[in-house]
């Protein structure tokens, strides 16, 4: 396993959280992370009123059919967790071009956040560009608790968590069961006791087998009905009550078929292709 870029976005030593300063909220760093973003490469939007809910919008690297990132409204529900349990260590699987990485790592540095670790194998769309674009997210945002692996989940998690053990973790890897399973039980061994654990998509394939791996290992979980459905879960009785008193939307997860959504995935998907290929024809 490598870092996603080269060895200089390894940080030297834990960052001391930015102290006497006002912290920035979810809605300013999420237009920083924008702004940043369009400067770099370029973003579309994408489902702009969100996608199975209310939301959104969600966003892609100009020019590409994906990955697509988390909605802005998913952010903002990230960024009431970490307000209201300030995690110390965040792992993040599934990083494209470093929307969510940077955001989670960005609220918890200016909270007592030490560390946030991104894991993604590069496998969808132009993978090694979209990490370099990650990178350069990662420099412009100043987040220097943030480090990106390259690596497949769930060989490369022991290796990227560190030793570490993380109470904030957000499987966003590829969907398909039984990989988000797999991916769940790739993140046990580093959870903490009362660890927060996140999944996006809900409405997709892999994502409702793997929750319900979750609940038979004994996390109490809440489904959110954000653009894509998030679902967080808890061992913790109290960790999972605050969780659900955050939250309005919210109901037991189950799973449903999603037609609508699919069909504007489909569609998202198939323009983008289509765009590039009049863009490749010679003229
Ligand atoms: C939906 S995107 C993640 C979006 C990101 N969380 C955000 O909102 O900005 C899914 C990512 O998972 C990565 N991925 C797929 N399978 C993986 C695996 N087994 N291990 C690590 N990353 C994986 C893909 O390369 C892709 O970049």
Redesign the pocket.
Known sequence: MQPATTPSNRPVSDTEPCSGVRKPSSREIIRKIVDALNDIAGVETVFKNGAVHPGGPHYRLAGMSG????GEDECRALGALIDAFNPTNAF??????????VFVAAMMQARRGQRTVT??????GE?QRIARIAEQLRERLGCDILINWKG??PVDIPAAAENKLYDFIFI???HRHP?VTRDFFGILPIATPNAIVCWHDYWMTGIPKSVEEAQRAGFQCIKVNTSCEMVFGSRDEGVFNTICSLFENTEAPKRRLRPGAFLKLCCALTSAAVRKRIAAKPR
């Open positions: 990955p697509i990132s988390i993040i699987i599934g990083n494209a071009f470093g929307l969510s990485g894991l993604d194998n590069q496998s969808e993978g497949s989940s966003d890897g590829l990989q």
